[in-house]
């Protein structure tokens, strides 16, 4: 089974292919060809004949999650600093831990342990915030290649308002960043995406350069928007000609004429929740983040609501998990806690929020992230305990987002294919 | 070690005396005679010359927790269901499940799942409800006890309002929980704790003979206040002459007369929190349920201030996770969305939330939760990850609550004892 991606699994599948319910099938069976989906059924099909048969009955099989929004270099400081408000812990912790990865050799130690992690999680699609290095992210991007996951990944630009060791130089970022993207913009799985730290870190000299190689290279962008109120004065006061904080992305090319990832969109109003559904621009949601550092609570119903793509996000280290059911908990729990004070914005359901972790995230990277004819045989397998085998599918997973553990997951596939060495 | 409880632990301890601040020692030595703590100290003191010495070099050696609010029998229906309100979730889960444990042997299956998982947790000491059945709750206080963990149970008594199959004969349930209470009130760990469910599923006569029995043997009392306002308006319909709902259990000798747990306390005005300082009632937080159920955001600084002794609980099955670490971090969350709105309120520290997990809750069963002279040697071992090694001990604490999970804990000791079986 390790080398080839063209197998049978028969199991129980849980998946989404749109928000409002799970669809499940109790012993069904999923057909992969060359590490694509051609087959989901209840009975063993008669193309499956030739095929060898991965026999997962009595575990669960369901699409692998996309953490849309996470800092891989504040893995080792998670939990670090949480007493802390937003500016002192950047000063205490972030700005203290991203310099030392201008030394490529503490790259090659720490991203290893980062990404071992969040593919032993089941973490098969992500988009990850490197530093400003480009040696360092080059490795990143070897390590998440050598796995065999999806990832989108940034070499972060800041050249203004950050850290003297944080601070580059504005011509030389820029080339930095284009031989960035042409070194990594045609790999299978592991791709570029300009990454602007946010607005108050770059320069418009900056901005323009990213938006002309958005443009240029067809490459997708992330960044952060309206995550507290004190970020937003900020925004206003260094750009004041335009109406919006999302407005300065905007002019300048980096807000939805590629495809784009905000993450936290907390505070905004009605016309920029509008603005962002009509340009089609992502709004990760990073729950745990917010809650630890009481950014606020962003309205999931209203944005989804307006028509918004949301996806997850673990952001680490603000956020303290890479296990993203944790993520998918704790959108659920702030949906329920504006639901008290705000009746008409009903709490998401799980099948929503899983949906958000799964196929809204997968699709960023094109097919994967559900069960579908023709997507990418991304997902993972997890065991379910005795006592819970006579339940429904359904309750089982249900059982496995609340009260699973990584240690739970047993095998993690991209493309039918096994995600190397993890923990297990 | 394994059959010994005299011994030297050296390795990175750390606890909270007050809930302010952490103390810490890295390298520091704790000498244990017959379960109990005799020395603290950085350096080796003469007095353990004698004495075999645990080396725990580079691991962090903290008090075992206290799980103050949790219902074994909900174990196999955590997370499920969580889409539902609360009175939905009872009918379709709880209420399905609980009657289940009239059969003894079904006890016999399921209890020491949730046993071995609540201890491999890292819990020490824990508040259980069982279910309305004598046989099955003698069932769980023996598991417990062969554990050689810290406990009180309680035989839960429902005599109105209820599921037919949950529903009792007054004086049967009587005489079964005087029963009880003889039977457990001399064990050295686990111990009875009256529990009638809630005001709303006992009647008058109940309540009477209940209050008596915490009188005549001294036994402490656990249950629900102020859940929800559905909840509240529910207790007033039924016992319109009492003042609050804390009244009606007041009134009945229930409500302080001796220890006192009081789970989740959401909705309470300044008058009721005054009068809950003021008897010396424990208010027990349980902030996942709180989420999962829409429950509400317990005003933990307000109660804090007015004096009321908070401590944790996990509240599984409404709450998702017996790992107590989870609920420090959620508490610190809740306190935070409070002090969004609330800035008067301010957040909970890390050391604040530790404490009530661990002292706090530790006293309810006397001195436990603590590492001082005197107190009882109930503590667990965890492993800090190599990348860590270099952190304050006050950094790798933080980066456990936050970041680590059961499979962390190596071991877990109670009065010096290992704990027996856990899953490692």
Redesign the interface.
Known sequence: MENQDSFVLHGNLIYTSDRNKFISLKDGYMVVEKGTITSVSAEKPAMADNLPVKDCQGKLIMPGFADMHLHAPQY?Q??????YKLLDWLDGYTFQEEPKFADPDYAR??YP?FVDEMTACGTTSSAIFATIHPESTDILCDILAQKGVRAYVGKVNMDTNSAPALTEETAESLKATEDFIQKWQNHPLVRPIITPRFVPSVTAEMMTGLGQFAEKYQVPVQSHLSENPGEIELVKKLFPQDQYYMSVYDRFGLFGQTPTLMAHCIHLSDAEIAIMADKGVYAVHCPASN??L?S??MPMRKMLNAGVKVVLGSDIGAG??LYMPHEI?RA??VS??R??ENPEET?L??SEAFYLATKAGGEFFGQTGSFEIGWSADFLITDV?E??QE?SVD?QL??????G???DIQEVYVQGRPVKNTRK
Do not use: C
Request: net charge positive.
């Open positions: 080792i998670i939990g670090m600093g949480m007493d130690k720490i342990l809650l630890n009481a606020g609570l303290h998990t908990v659920i729990e329920k806690i639901s008290i709490p359901k799980l305990p006592y819970q339940r309750e249900q059982n496995f987002i609340y009260h553990t990584a240690q």
